[in-house]
C-alpha cells in the first residue's frame, strides 16, 4: 500500500518502483516486530502449573526408582537365598524366636552345631517359611536387606543390639544358657 507522496515521488522519477517496495516492506516487518507479546496472567499462570507438574513429575519417577531398587535388591536376597540354602533333613527340632514367636525347624545334628556357632544362618524365605544358609551367603543377604536375617548367633543377639533393656534381663543375665540347649 503506498501513500499519496510515494505517488508523487515515483510520477516525478525522483523514486525507483522497487526502492518504494523495499521500503514497504521494511516497514512492515517493524510492525510486527515491535510489538511483542507481553506475558500476561494467563501465560505466567499456565507457566506456573507446567513447572508444578514437571516438579510432580520428577518427584514420582524417583520414588518409583527408590521402589524399584527396593525390589530389585529383594529379588537378588531371595535369588541368594535359592542358591546358598542346605537341605534341611533331620527329625530333631531347632526352636528360634522370630518376633516374639517360637518357630521351629526339624535340622539334624551337623545343622544344629553349625547354627549354635554361627557358620550357618536362619533366613526368612517368605512370610512364613525359613531358611538355612552358610555365612558367606548370610553375609550378603545382610547387605541387601538385613530383616531377613532371623537367626545369626555370630551376630549376637537381636535385642541386646537393638538397646532394649529388661530388668528381668539383667538378673538373668548371670546365668548362661548354651545356645545348643534343645527345647
Known sequence: MRNALQEQLLKAGLASKGKV?????????????KAPA???????EAERRRQE?????????AERKAAAEVRERLAQARQI??????????????????????????????????????????????????????RAAADKIASRDAAL????HARGEPDTAQG????????YSRF???DDLVW
Open 21 to 33: 517496495d523495499q521500503v514497504v516492506r521494511e516497514k512492515a516487518k517493524q510492525r510486527q516486530g
Open 38 to 44: 507481553a506475558p500476561d496472567s494467563a501465560r505466567q
Open 53 to 61: 507438574q514437571v516438579e510432580r513429575d520428577r518427584a514420582l519417577a
Open 81 to 134: 537365598i535359592d542358591q546358598n540354602r542346605i537341605a534341611l533333613r533331620g527329625d530333631e527340632p531347632y526352636r528360634f524366636v522370630d518376633g516374639g514367636v517360637i518357630r521351629s525347624l526339624f535340622v539334624d545334628a551337623a545343622t544344629r552345631s553349625q547354627l549354635s556357632r554361627g557358620s550357618c544362618v536362619i533366613v526368612r524365605d517368605g512370610s512364613e517359611a525359613f531358611a538355612v544358609v552358610p
Open 149 to 152: 536375617i532371623v537367626v545369626d
Open 164 to 171: 532394649r533393656s529388661d530388668p528381668d534381663d539383667e538378673h
Open 176 to 178: 548362661k544358657v548354651p
